[in-house]
C-alpha cells in the first residue's frame, strides 16, 4: 500500500510543483486522505521536490549551464561582469538567501504549525485572488534581461512566501513578477530558474534531517523505497508540466488557477469544519 501511496503522492507533486496551486497544500491535503491522521510530513515533501527540481535542470540545461558558465568566468575576468547571464546569476543568488534565511529561523514553525490546514486554505485563497490581481494590473512589457536588483530580492521574498503550505512558490514568484511588469513567460520561465538553489537546497537538506531522524531511530511515515518512487515519479509528470505550462503562458491568463485555488480553499474549510478533515 505504501507503494501505490507514494506513486500518487508523486504524480500530485509532479502535476502542482509548477503551477501556481501550492504543491505543499496538495501532498498536505492529498496525504491526509491516504494517510488518515498521519502528515506525510515536510521532510518527504522536500525530499520529493528533488525529483521535480531535476526536470527543471534537465529542462533548463543550456540555460543553467550557460549562467553558471558565465558566472564562474566572470570572477576571474574571462567575462564582461554585464553581461546578461552573469547579471542573472548575481540576480539568482540574491533571490534565493530570503528563502534560506528564513526556512532556517522558522523550521520549526513551518514544521508544525503552519502546516495547519485552516492556515493552508486561507493561502489558497487570499493569494490565488492577489494572483489574479496581479495578472490583470500594470505593465506587462519587461523581460528578465532589463530586473534590477530590487525587483530580484523583491522575487526572492516572494518565493519565500511559500514557506506557508498554501501561498505556492511558484504562485508567489510569478505574482511577483507579474506586479512588476513583467511577461507571462518571463516571469514564469524566472520562478523555474530562481527554484533550482532553493529547493535542491531544501531537498537535500531535508534528505539529511531524515537520514539523522533514522538513524536516531525514529520511523519515516513512508519509507525510502516509497520515497525514492515517488521522487522518480514526480521527475517524469513535472517534466510533461513544465512543457505544458510554458506553452500556457504564451496565450492563457492565470484566471483557471485563481479560481481553482478559491475553490480548493473553499473546499478544504467545508471538510474541516464537518470533521472530514483534521487541521494538523
Not at 230 to 241: P, R
Request: aromatic fraction near 12%; hydrophobic fraction near 55%.
Amino acid at each position: 500500500m505504501d507503494w501505490i501511496i507514494a506513486v500518487i503522492l508523486g504524480i500530485v507533486q509532479g502535476l502542482t510543483e509548477f503551477l501556481p496551486v501550492s504543491s505543499s497544500a496538495h501532498l498536505r491535503i492529498v496525504g491526509e486522505f491516504l494517510l488518515p491522521g498521519q502528515d506525510p510530513g515536510a521532510f518527504f515533501t522536500a525530499i520529493v521536490q528533488i525529483g521535480t527540481e531535476s526536470a527543471v535542470i534537465v529542462y533548463f540545461w543550456k540555460d543553467i549551464t550557460g549562467i553558471i558558465g558565465a558566472w564562474c568566468r566572470s570572477l576571474v575576468g574571462r567575462v564582461d561582469r554585464r553581461d546578461p547571464k552573469v547579471r542573472l546569476g548575481w540576480l539568482i543568488i540574491i533571490g534565493s538567501v530570503p528563502i534560506v534565511v528564513l526556512g532556517l529561523v522558522f523550521e520549526d514553525a513551518i514544521d508544525s504549525v503552519l502546516r495547519s490546514l485552516w492556515i493552508t486554505a486561507t493561502m489558497l485563497i487570499v493569494f490565488g485572488l492577489i494572483l489574479g490581481l496581479a495578472d490583470k494590473v500594470g505593465p506587462r512589457v519587461q523581460t528578465l534581461d532589463k530586473m534590477t536588483w530590487g525587483q530580484g530580492l523583491a522575487y526572492g521574498f516572494a518565493q519565500a512566501l511559500a514557506l506557508v503550505p498554501g501561498v505556492s512558490r511558484s504562485g508567489g514568484t510569478i505574482m511577483a513578477g507579474r506586479f512588476m511588469g513583467f511577461t507571462r513567460p518571463e516571469a514564469a520561465r524566472y520562478s523555474f530558474l530562481l527554484a533550482v538553489p532553493a529547493v535542491m537546497g531544501s531537498g537535500f537538506y531535508g534528505l539529511y534531517k531524515s537520514m539523522a531522524e533514522v538513524s536516531a531511530g525514529n520511523e519515516m511515515v513512508l519509507g525510502w523505497g516509497p520515497t525514492a518512487i515517488a521522487t522518480l515519479v514526480s521527475f517524469i509528470v513535472g517534466y510533461v508540466v513544465i512543457v505544458g505550462f510554458l506553452k500556457f503562458v504564451q496565450t492563457k491568463s492565470f484566471a483557471v488557477f485563481v479560481w481553482y485555488r478559491v475553490a480548493i480553499g473553499v473546499l478544504i474549510y467545508i471538510l474541516l469544519g464537518t470533521g472530514v478533515l483534521q487541521p494538523l
